[in-house]
């Protein structure tokens, strides 16, 4: 199987940074996209952002210009550096990632746990 972790979430004030990081790790051949979609209440789980073992970045349009997703493919993890973060920007961060499990070799969806992103104004 495959596992998810994620770590970062908290509480900032508007105008502030976090860093979220997920790292994937078991029965992995390899990973295709990794990335983060959130939820606010009440609201659908939305794309944040995604990238590709080659560095092809994906980016909702909201997020533009102040998140920057970033990856290590040999540590199978997933960085999304947040800044000038605003209210509305508030939900739960999941992290994703599309693996070719190891002995299957089948191609999965995994998801982490989720992280709660709170901003204050």
């Known amino acids: 199987q495959v596992q998810l972790v994620e770590y970062g979430g908290g509480l900032v004030q508007a105008g502030g940074s976090l860093r979220l990081s997920c790292a994937a790790s078991?029965?992995?051949?390899?990973?295709?996209?990794m990335g983060w979609y959130r939820q606010a209440p009440g609201k659908q789980r939305e794309l944040v952002a995604l990238?590709?073992?080659?560095?092809?970045?994906n980016y909702a349009d909201s997020v533009k210009g102040r998140f920057t997703i970033s990856r290590d493919n040999a540590k199978n993890t997933v960085y999304l550096q947040m800044n000038s973060l605003r209210p509305e920007d508030t939900a739960v961060y999941y992290c994703?990632?599309?693996?070719?499990?190891?002995?299957?070799?089948?191609?999965?969806?995994?998801w982490g746990q989720g992280t709660q992103v709170t901003v204050s104004s």
């Open positions: 994703y990632a599309g693996v070719e499990v190891l002995a299957s070799r089948y191609y999965n969806e995994y």
């Open positions: 078991g029965s992995i051949f390899s990973i295709n996209a």
């Open positions: 990238i590709t073992s080659g560095g092809s970045t």
